[in-house]
């Protein structure tokens, strides 16, 4: 069973960046898809951006093409990151990483989230 655990949040000014990483343990990621949420409280979880494991291909929606980027890394330890640049107060949020396997429609497996907080 795969274990994800984030981090990297915090309290940012309008316009700062943030890196978040999300650590997997418990088995190898290879023919798995990882992804980043977020969710403001009251509203449904919005995805972000996507990434395949073993190739590395990544997907972006509208809430993130231009100003994130998501990558991972596989030398040494598995993790996954979220580069944010110029955040928003509107990018307030808890933000979570999860995983699927491939051929699954749905992520069922999820990190417990870090909050970011973007204020002046």
């Known amino acids: 069973q795969v274990q994800l655990v984030e981090s990297g949040g915090g309290l940012v000014q309008p316009g700062d960046s943030l890196r978040l990483s999300c650590a997997a343990s418990?088995?190898?990621?290879?023919?798995?898809?990882l992804a980043w949420f977020r969710q403001v409280p009251g509203k449904e979880r919005e995805l972000l951006a996507t990434i395949t494991w073993s190739a590395g291909r990544t997907f972006y929606t509208d809430s993130a093409q231009g100003r994130f980027t998501i990558s991972r890394q596989k030398v040494h330890q598995s993790t996954m990151d979220l580069q944010m640049n110029g955040l928003k107060p509107e990018d307030t949020a808890i933000y979570y990483c999860?995983?699927?396997?491939?051929?699954?429609?749905?992520?069922?497996?999820w990190g417990q989230g870090t909050q970011v907080t973007v204020s002046s």
């Open positions: 999860a995983a699927r396997p491939y051929g699954v429609s749905t992520f069922t497996i």
């Open positions: 418990g088995r190898p990621l290879s023919g798995f898809t």
